[in-house]
């Protein structure tokens, strides 16, 4: 029966009225939540109640990103979503543990129980992603394309990784193959981005807001990652190789797709070396 039914609600702030949240997570680190909420609910038969991806936050404004990183309507809605949603949470708060509304919070073991589930990972993926916010990125143009993302502004420095490790890697990579082509994804000014940026063979991409970003990631070839959850699910997303400096999290696959974290070095694999 429809009133008995159970709805899984991924929270993605202590601060969601619902319509609209105060600060929490980024994109990337909210994605786990929604994923494993999605997951949940296939699994189980149950509801899916939209999350609340509108989010206020003064730090992208004060430190004038290009993105601010609202997240509105860069998503289809999908599950319970309106005034419904509203109900139902509303309902739960009144009666709290009445168990209709089960809330999902946190990152989990961030992308190690996703990969028991990639089919359903996908189909959540194309089921929200709003063909209008991807319509400028080209995957025919990124895949012969190597992404690097530098994550910069709310990183403090010891979370940073030094550009020069980037610089140095890209030249490693230059050497072998002279014609590769980079794509820089950043947070970062181009006066923060320049060393990099005067390297042969790069350029800066920024395609209007943070998920068609994460989306482009995803269809370059391989992906030199920041240690930021976001280039991550970057590649996750279209399954791509991916080098670390550093990774705070757990690692990115189970399965076969190349994946290295280097420290300092910047001695390129030979797994990867194959792909170029």
């Known amino acids: 029966m429809e009133s008995e039914k159970t709805y899984f609600y991924p929270v993605l702030s202590d601060y969601d009225f619902g319509w609209f949240r105060l600060s929490g997570p980024g994109l990337a680190n909210c994605m786990f939540v929604a994923a494993r909420a999605y997951i949940l609910s296939r699994r189980e038969n149950a509801g899916y109640i939209s999350p609340t991806w509108t989010k206020l936050s003064p730090g992208t404004f004060l430190r004038q990103e290009k993105d601010k990183r609202v997240y509105f309507k860069i998503f289809n809605e999908l599950g319970i979503r309106g005034l419904k949603k509203i109900q139902l949470l509303l309902a739960e708060k009144l009666r709290p543990g009445s168990g209709r509304v089960k809330q999902i919070r946190g990152m989990g073991e961030y992308f190690d129980d996703l990969n028991e589930h990639m089919d359903l990972v996908h189909e959540f993926i194309e089921k929200i992603t709003r063909k209008e916010i991807i319509e400028n990125v080209r995957p025919e143009a990124l895949k012969d394309c ?43 000014s181009d006066e923060e981005l320049r060393e990099l940026l005067a390297l042969p063979n790069v350029r800066r991409a920024f395609y209007g807001n943070a998920y068609a970003d994460m989306y482009a990631i995803s269809r370059c070839k391989w992906v030199i990652a920041s240690d930021s959850t976001f280039s991550a699910w970057g590649a996750f997303i279209g399954e791509r190789p991916i080098l670390f400096n550093k990774r705070h999290f757990k690692r990115v696959y189970r399965n076969s797709v190349p994946e290295a974290v280097l420290g300092d070095s910047t001695c390129l694999p030979d797994e990867f070396k194959t792909l170029l």
Do not use: C, T
């Open 146 to 188: 190597i992404a690097i993302h530098v994550r910069l502004g709310d990183y403090s420095p010891e979370m940073r990784v030094d550009i020069l490790w980037y610089v140095n890697l890209v030249r490693e990579i230059l050497s072998i193959k002279p014609a590769q082509q980079f794509l820089i994804f950043s947070d970062g």
